[in-house]
């Protein structure tokens, strides 16, 4: 195993003769998982990210639940990585100090065809190796008490759960990093070709090798294939979803986490309480050509919040902290695209839609067993006893907070408790914050109710070079 040393090339260019084992092209949930994978095996593994932080693209906003794979087509790829992801995750989340609130989920049927649906929904889910039980009026009125009279039965998934969305890809790339592997940000790459056993990766950072590449790219996944001159296989289509965050009087509102009977296109609208004590109503799901920004439309929230307060008549009336949107890397497959090539020492892991959170540990591992193959030797995972782990900041209800220690530091975010000293460790953390949402995913601060109003002033003190940069709206 490696020491616990950390490589950040994030502010430096690099030499053209870097050579590594493998390149993730991508430093969204899915990449920073790969990367975890590739480095525990003692592979040389290079993370080459565009922007000036993790998590910028589709990994951005998200419902942030732990999907079982209830509802997915059996024996697709989605399904088999889910729950590989799922199970990793559990297995794995106290070691790196990460929450998993275990809510459940409820599938709520609110007319008479939604009901008739129910049994099947319930099968779906036990055929996938899911548990999953039936639940009539009396007893969702019971488990549910807010929920309106219009809510006729339910089906009950209980292993789904709600997890941090950014701690969680941070404790992966903290974790490569502690394998050796090394983060390139502000790195896009702009050219990809392959001599007789590398891929000479050009980035607006400069070059380096790989002997693999996996591309990682979500957005612009299909654009990565080009770059590298390979036959396009998916086309990215940008599917946009709208949230509304509720303010923590709302969090009880409801327990599990209540999703509609899903369409042939999307899951629908669903409420969860959220890790931080807010409760989240959302997303919608419409197609976009741009992959970059995601307003949100009124007229959209206006349905959703009237959807919201429809099944939760509680709602009306209660304050909403934030409204955001996310992009899914959708494609016009309704699977993901897994793509090995042997030849050519590529792995192509494209369209990881509406569920990459879930699947993403699973992702790393299949990406890792494969493209150890592609390198001549499958090598092993080492025991967890035998891995460096990183201890994420306690940012969650879950556990603690440091603002409820004596000694504490003076606080920064007052809507949302964040202490001076956790800005500080986030800033100068083994990933610093690069950017102003960066640092509000690792803290918290300026998400709270006030949205930044109240400790702006703090942070542009504390953070002169993010301050800059526009604090936009997120969960
Ligand atoms: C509304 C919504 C709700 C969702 N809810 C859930 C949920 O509850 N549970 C769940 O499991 N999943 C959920 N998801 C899905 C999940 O968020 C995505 O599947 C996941 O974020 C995809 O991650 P990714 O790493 O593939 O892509 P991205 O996050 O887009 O990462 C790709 C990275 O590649 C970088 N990149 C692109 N091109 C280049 C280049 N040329 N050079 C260098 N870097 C490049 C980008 O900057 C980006 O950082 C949801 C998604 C949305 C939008």
Redesign the pocket.
């Known amino acids: 195993m490696h020491s616990s040393a950390v490589n950040i090339a994030g502010h430096t260019s690099t030499a053209p003769e870097r050579t590594f084992d493998v390149a993730v ?8 998982a790969i990367a975890r994978s590739f480095a525990i095996r003692g592979w040389r593994t290079v993370v ?4 000036a932080d ?14 079982t794979g209830f509802d997915e087509p059996p024996l697709s790829h989605e399904l088999v990585m ?1 729950k590989a ?1 799922y199970s990793i995750y559990r297995r794995i989340h106290g070691r790196m100090n990460l929450p998993l609130v275990e809510t459940r989920a409820l599938v709520v049927a609110w007319d008479r065809e939604d009901l008739g649906k129910l049994d099947g929904i319930a099968a779906h889910s036990r055929a996938n190796g899911v548990e999953a039980s039936r639940m009539e009026q009396t007893g969702l009125r019971r488990r549910e008490p807010n929920l309106s009279d219009g809510a006729l039965g339910a089906v009950e998934i209980p292993g789904e759960a709600v997890i941090d ?1 950014w701690s969680a ?1 941070l404790g992966y790339i903290r974790q490569a990093l502690l394998h050796g592997a090394e983060l390139l940000l502000g ?4 050219g990809l070709s392959r001599g007789a056993s590398l891929w000479r990766i050009e ?1 607006s950072k400069g070059s380096l090798a790989a002997r693999l590449v996996v591309n ?6 299909d ?2 294939e080009a ?1 590298a001159g390979r036959r396009p296989r998916f086309t990215v289509r940008p ?5 509304v965050v509720y303010d923590k009087p709302a969090h009880d509102l409801v327990n599990a986490i209540i999703l509609r009977v899903p369409t042939e296109r999307t899951k629908g609208i669903l409420l969860t309480r959220t890790v931080f004590g807010n409760l989240l109503l ?4 419409d197609d976009q050509d741009d992959r970059i920004h ?1 307003p949100c439309e009124e007229a959209v929230l206006r349905r959703i919040i009237a959807e919201g307060e429809a099944m939760l008549p509680a709602l009306t009336g209660q304050a909403i902290t934030a409204t955001f ?5 959708a494609t016009e497959h309704r699977d993901y695209v897994l793509v090995t090539d042997a030849a050519r020492g590529w792995i192509t ?2 369209g ?9 540990l699973g992702l790393g591992e299949w990406a890792a067993e494969q493209g150890g193959m592609l390198l001549g030797e499958a090598r092993r995972a080492p025991a967890d006893d035998d891995l460096d782990w990183p201890q994420m900041p306690a940012i969650s209800q879950a556990a603690p907070r440091p603002y409820q220690q004596p000694s504490r530091s003076p606080i920064v975010c007052h809507c949302e408790w964040v202490t001076e000293q956790e800005i500080r460790e986030a800033l100068d953390g083994p990933v610093p914050a690069g950017t102003a949402g960066g640092l509000k995913r690792r803290t918290r601060t300026g998400m709270g109710r006030c949205q930044g109003f109240g400790c702006s002033g703090a942070i542009a003190r504390l953070a002169p070079d993010l301050a800059a940069v526009r604090l936009e709206p997120a969960a």
Not at 25 to 32: D, I, K, Q
Request: aromatic share 2%.
């Open positions: 092209v991508g430093a969204g949930v899915v990449g920073c080459v990210e565009k922007e993790i998590l910028e693209g589709a990994s951005k906003g998200n419902s942030a639940l732990l999907h889910i992801g969305p890809p790195a896009a790459v702009t980035t990682a790219a979500g957005l612009f996944g654009r990565v770059l599917r946009k979803g709208q949230f959302g997303p919608t799901a995601a949107a996310g992009l899914r890397p892991i494209g990881i839609r509406s569920t990459g959170l879930s699947a993403s």
